[in-house]
């Protein structure tokens, strides 16, 4: 195999010194001539070179018969031809040096051609080359600037970049955001992503000064850990927007474990990079472009979270007041405060309570000053100016608001604008918006806005260093790999009862005293003169693993009578359940007093897309039906698994009701932590699942009940 060169850096790419444009064509109707045309008209003052085997000239330039015949070393080649000339394409490429492929021909891993792709990708990192796509329109950085793309001519420059999997979609953002009036620094298909990808991207543009705010499209993920790791460090400098899609695609359908049931198509996904790694999560295209503007254009971070609305109307000052609950947007109301900064402004039969209410017969005059008092006061941090069209305030008075409250002045608080009226103001507003200004006519889209950028905000002040006031839970990882090696030599892909309590005793974690009975008679024994009643009686057996389902647990036995009828009972359960069953025996435990103590689920399992993964809800019975649970990825901080128990709907129930103590949230942690620990290194391992962990009293410590773990398949470690 050929030694591989060295990769260049990004800058390359973004801001290449020359670029080949392979299967250049004089036909206008050809992405080949589109290409061309685009990066003449973009203003690029590099090299341009047209690659086509029949020569000439194209738009004024001189066509080259092959890009070896190039006298230059190439950073950037653009390749247009036909699927099954692309390798011989980029044969030619290594010849002369090219750092960056931009290949935008389809026909590869999209529609089944893997080999294909993994050849051409092989090939370029063999010579030292990076290649963005297949499958993609191109790219466009306003560094140079250059437009190698096939999409719009021409493209406003601005502070917000774009990378998108969506080759059409992207070509839309383009014309999308020329109209919305938000300024593009890049925007970047990746297509395929055989080689780049998001993560790779969004690393380089972090340090590029001219982008403020980053917009993602993911349709899916080849490295969800890597893309974890670049946005813990990206998103405490620069918001990253993310519109994912597949949020209603069916989960695990066949998952051995709850905790691989619950974890859908899009929850981990929503956790992971919404809860735990700060991206913005916007649900529609729209909704991403509408931050990116508002973000984009604020000139420093707020000084607070105190938000204040001004309005002409009662019920869109409502509907701004829920909005606001519903994003996470703190409204100021120390009364007192705002009747001073607000009574000069509003008529005497307004409100200067939060909503600021200046009456539907407010004028221009009326908003401006209401405006400039929320600007002029240090207790307020941003403010939402909304209204509607009445016969005093029309299109023209709006118009005039806008222009000497925002345009002319261009505020350093955040300033974001809804109004809400008839086909002059709807005009005013489109034309505003093309302007640049953050306004709407629906008061949640303006209030979505600010919530983004007070996430964002929450993201730079209260990022925690992940490396501080963390300290490492000590596990017995050697003892652990021991046990799953025996496990291995009898063929099993789960660990039974006492294989299971072992680990748990390995990992620290506190599980109640159990044994393993081969008979009644044994049953007996650790129930009178070990354990003593009332017992819980579990059937132990290689081959069913949701003992509950099989009929195969028997709770609060209280004397032999009960014991011995258990006994039977659940081993009928269980051969009528799967009468094939290898029965070990049945694992005895001591019953555990619940009522003082919250069932909650634990576990760790490795996500597809995000490898190693812990999991926390409300346990017990009920825990599919409720799917009260959240994620993280691995590894986490104690601070990030005290989140996502704080997350949950039942949260309130390990707080204490109705007079109940507080439950042992640390100990909850506590566990957290030492399964991700486990699932972190022990590479043979899919999923754990402690179901119930009883958290008792707080400072009282919590028990692990009922554990179940299953290993890797050997054959998904071949890689």
């Not at 341009?48 to 020569?55: F, L």
């Not at 190039?70 to 390798?87: E, G, R, S």
């Not at 918001?239 to 994912?244: E, L």
């Not at 200046?358 to 401006?368: L, R, W």
Request: proline residues 4%.
């Amino acid at each position: 195999m050929t030694e591989k060169k060295a990769f260049s850096s990004l800058e390359y790419l973004f801001k290449p010194r020359s670029v080949a444009i392979i299967g250049a064509s004089n036909n206008s109707s050809k992405i080949g001539f589109k290409v061309v045309d685009n990066i003449i008209a973009s203003g690029y003052k590099g090299n341009i070179y047209p690659i086509n085997p029949k020569g000439g000239e194209l738009l004024g330039l001189k066509v080259f018969k092959s890009i070896e015949d190039v006298d230059d070393n190439i950073d950037l080649a653009t390749i247009c031809i036909p699927a099954d000339y692309v390798l011989e394409g980029i044969q030619s490429c290594a010849v002369k040096n090219t750092k960056f492929l931009s290949i935008i021909t389809s026909g590869f891993s999209e529609i089944g051609k893997l080999k294909e792709e993994e050849e051409i990708v092989n090939y370029a990192h063999q010579h030292g080359m990076r290649v963005l796509g297949p499958n993609i329109f191109g790219i466009f950085s306003a560094k140079c600037p250059i437009n190698a793309t096939f999409g719009n001519k021409y493209i406003e420059q601005g502070s917000v970049a774009i990378v998108t999997q969506s080759g059409a979609l992207g070509i839309a953002m383009i014309g999308k955001t020329d109209t919305e009036g938000i300024g593009l620094s890049a925007i970047v298909s990746v297509g395929n992503k055989s080689d780049l990808d998001e993560a790779d991207l969004i690393e380089y543009l972090v340090e590029d000064e001219e982008t403020k705010v980053i917009v993602l499209y993911i349709e899916g993920l080849k490295e969800g850990e890597k893309l974890v790791k670049v946005l813990r460090n990206v998103t405490r400098r620069k918001p990253v927007i993310i519109i994912k899609s597949g949020r209603s695609k069916r989960g695990a359908m066949a998952a051995a474990s709850h905790t691989g049931s619950l974890a859908g198509a899009d929850n981990v996904f929503e956790d992971v990079i919404s809860r735990q790694v700060g991206g913005l999560r916007a649900l529609s295209v729209q909704e991403a472009l509408n931050w990116a503007k508002f973000i984009a254009v604020q000139k420093e971070l707020p000084k607070g979270e105190n938000a204040v609305i001004v309005t002409n109307g009662g019920g869109i000052g409502v509907l701004a007041t829920d909005a606001c609950e519903s994003y996470n947007v703190s409204l100021y109301d120390n009364r007192e405060v705002l009747k001073t900064i607000f009574d000069p402004v509003t008529p005497s039969f307004g409100s200067t309570k939060n909503p600021v209410d200046i009456t539907g017969q407010a004028s221009s005059d009326f908003y401006e000053k209401a405006i400039q008092a929320a600007i002029d006061s240090p207790d307020i941090h941003s403010i939402i100016c909304l209204g509607c069209e009445t016969g005093i305030f029309n299109a023209s008075e709006l118009n005039t608001v806008v222009q000497n409250k925002y345009l002319n002045i261009f505020p350093k608080k955040p300033l974001v604008f809804s109004f809400f009226g008839g086909a002059d103001f709807e005009t005013g507003l489109f034309t505003l918006k093309g302007k640049g200004v953050p306004i709407y006519s629906d008061v949640y889209e303006a209030v979505s806005c600010l919530g983004a950028y007070y996430k964002h905000y929450r993201n730079m002040i209260y990022a925690e260093d992940h490396d501080i006031g963390h300290k490492e839970p000590i596990i017995d990882i050697e003892e652990i790999q021991v046990v799953i090696d025996e496990v291995r030599k009898d063929n099993r892909h789960f660990l039974l009862v006492p294989e299971a309590m072992r680990v748990m005793e390995a990992a620290g974690i506190p599980i109640p005293k159990s044994f393993v009975c081969k008979d009644l008679k044994e049953t007996i024994y650790y129930a009178e003169e070990i354990i003593g009643y009332p017992v819980v009686l579990k059937i132990v057996s290689k081959d069913i693993i949701h003992k509950s389902d099989a009929g195969g647990v028997a709770l609060n036995l209280e004397n032999r009578n009960e014991l011995i009828d258990a006994y039977e009972a659940i081993f009928n359960s269980a051969y009528k359940f799967k009468p094939d069953a290898k029965i070990t025996g049945v694992e005895i435990v001591k019953m555990i007093k619940k009522k003082d103590a919250v069932e909650t689920i634990i576990g760790a399992r490795v996500d597809n897309t995000f490898g190693p993964t812990v999991m926390f809800g409300l346990g017990g019975i009920y825990v599919e039906v409720l799917k009260d649970v959240a994620f993280r990825a691995v590894p986490l901080t104690r601070s990030e698994a005290s989140n996502m128990i704080k997350q949950i709907r039942s949260y309130p129930l390990l707080l204490g009701v109705r007079g109940e103590d507080p439950k042992d949230i640390d100990g909850c942690v506590e566990v957290i932590l030492r399964l991700a620990k486990i699932i972190q290194l022990c590479s043979d391992i899919s999923d754990i699942e402690i179901n119930p962990v009883l958290a008792f009293a707080q400072n009282k410590g919590v028990l692990a009940i009922d554990t179940r773990i299953l290993l890797k398949s050997q054959s998904s470690e071949v890689k």
